[in-house]
């Protein structure tokens, strides 16, 4: 996603390492490489741009593992 067209290098993406027919559910999720510890993102997070990476698998097991 990027915020402003004029500017390609401030950009916010989503990546899901992993995903496939069998894994559908979100093991872990970092952004900027930090692993998040809470499910929600901040506004001011995705408008700075950055990377959100999600790590998937088969178990429905997130941020209570």
Same mark, same amino acid.
């Given at each position: 996603?990027?915020?402003?067209?004029?500017?390609?290098?401030?950009?916010?993406?989503?990546?899901? /390492?992993?995903?496939?027919?069998?894994?559908?559910?979100?093991?872990?999720?970092?952004?900027?490489?930090?692993?998040?510890?809470?499910?929600?993102?901040?506004?001011?997070?995705?408008?700075?741009?950055?990377?959100?990476?999600?790590?998937?698998?088969?178990?429905?097991?997130?941020? /209570?593992?």
């Amino acid at each position: 996603i990027y915020f402003d067209p004029k500017n390609k290098e401030k950009k916010f993406e989503i990546i899901a /390492k992993n995903v496939s027919g069998k894994n559908i559910y979100i093991q872990a999720a970092y952004l900027n490489g930090i692993l998040l510890k809470e499910p929600f993102l901040h506004y001011q997070d995705i408008i700075s741009g950055g990377t959100l990476l999600f790590e998937m698998g088969v178990n429905t097991c997130i941020f /209570k593992c």
